[in-house]
């Protein structure tokens, strides 16, 4: 992006102040062009020290590089009246604060959202906690683990006739992070309307539970609790497969009743002999009353598996669009890196890191034609400290 290029939301500053379970938020809305700023402890915030690293000490942490990408940094202790006075200020200068402490906590202080918009009062003040404000688990603590079954997504993951699992990265903290980042751009334009400020509650469990679609409308229209199916889809109280192991991987082939006729053809053009019935087949509903029994469905994957396990990942991709067949491979973190996809689009980018120096980052989740996204290195502890106090004392004081 040219220096002179403006980014989309570069009027606008947020205060960072959340632990794990928002910083994706903040990082999302710098790479936009807010001017984020996060607000750590004296000594820098905890999760600096979080794995993976990438050399042996505590000032390489790779996981603090990524989500704390393009912000700024300054040092307050909140336990301390001039720094919170100080946080009083920036406020002031602020369109947005994040935070993420119990309810309650921040109010403590005397910097809840009802003392700063005393003094602030456009500002818009993002709470993000696991359970809400309100409601008898409010003040209840919980890990991204707790966020994942509390809000029903656990019970869908893992295979059937074991127990549930959780997804490896944690998804409950992003996703509940890039919900709170919306609502924040949702309340600016109330803002626009209305010129003031508002308090944003973001829930961890409700925003899973927001995410579990047709599952939780099974159970809510006709009482069916959809149960794990391992590397299936889950249809009310049936499953459809979708993972299947080729030569050099696992590739995800969805068998709609659409994609029949086209595999067919497709295994026959390939030179095999397939033996199911594609007509009958292409009549078969994956959810519904008129299904397929176990003994069909357990030929029919027979000959599928065979033909997929004969061949790679990528040939089956490219040869399953030819033939109109909705397959794809199951790409691994190798895959993504090489992604000749990704790289056309220009998704990686390299940054300048203070702490790790050069550093091959992911960069923009969306294009923007006319204002880009930016990608620049996270900050070392407190490293625009005196810039921005200074700035924040003028504006407080009238200068």
Request: charged letters at 20%.
């Amino acid at each position: 992006m040219s220096p002179t290029t403006p980014a989309a939301l570069s009027p606008y500053r947020a205060l960072d102040l959340t632990a794990e379970i928002g910083s994706l938020s903040t990082m999302v809305l710098a790479g936009l062009g807010v001017d984020v700023i996060r607000v750590e402890p004296p000594g820098g915030h905890p999760t600096r020290k979080r794995g993976p690293m990438l050399r042996e000490d505590e000032a390489s942490s790779l996981y603090w590089a990524q989500k704390n990408a393009g912000k700024r940094s300054v040092t307050l202790d909140l336990e301390d009246e001039a720094d919170r006075e100080r946080l009083r200020a920036l406020s002031e200068t602020a369109d947005f604060l994040f935070e993420s402490d119990a309810p309650g906590a921040m109010t403590a202080r005397g910097i809840g959202y009802r003392d700063l918009i005393e003094r602030a009062p456009r500002l818009i003040y993002v709470s993000i906690t696991p359970f809400g404000q309100t409601g008898p688990k409010s003040t209840w603590a919980a890990s991204d683990l707790i966020g994942h079954v509390s809000g029903g997504l656990s019970s869908l993951v893992g295979e059937p006739d074991r127990a549930p699992l959780r997804p490896s990265v944690e998804q409950a903290y992003n996703i509940t992070a890039l919900n709170a980042g919306s609502a924040a751009l949702i309340a600016l334009h109330a803002r626009h309307l209305t010129g003031r400020g508002q308090h944003v509650d973001v829930s961890m469990q409700a925003a899973m539970a927001n995410t579990l679609g047709n599952a939780r409308l099974y159970y809510e229209m006709d009482g069916i609790i959809t149960q794990r199916a391992g590397g299936a889809r889950a249809f009310a109280d049936r499953a459809t497969r979708i993972i299947y192991p080729c030569a050099d991987g696992y590739v995800a082939f969805v068998r709609i009743p659409a994609s029949m006729k086209a595999l067919h053809r497709w295994m026959a053009a390939e030179g095999g002999e397939p033996r199911f019935d594609a007509d009958k087949w292409a009549g078969m509903s994956i959810a519904g009353n008129v299904l397929p029994n176990d003994d069909e469905v357990t030929e029919l994957e027979s000959e599928i598996e065979s033909f997929f396990a004969a061949r790679g990942a990528q040939s089956l991709y490219e040869s399953g669009q030819h033939h109109g067949v909705m397959i794809c491979p199951v790409n691994t973190m190798q895959d993504i890196v090489d992604s000749p996809q990704l790289a056309e689009r220009g998704f990686f980018d390299e940054v300048d890191d203070p702490a790790l120096g050069r550093l091959r980052v992911p960069g923009a989740p969306l294009k923007m034609s006319a204002t880009p996204w930016q990608s620049r290195p996270a900050p070392t502890p407190g490293q625009d400290q005196d810039q921005v106090l200074a700035a924040a004392t003028d504006i407080t004081q009238g200068a």
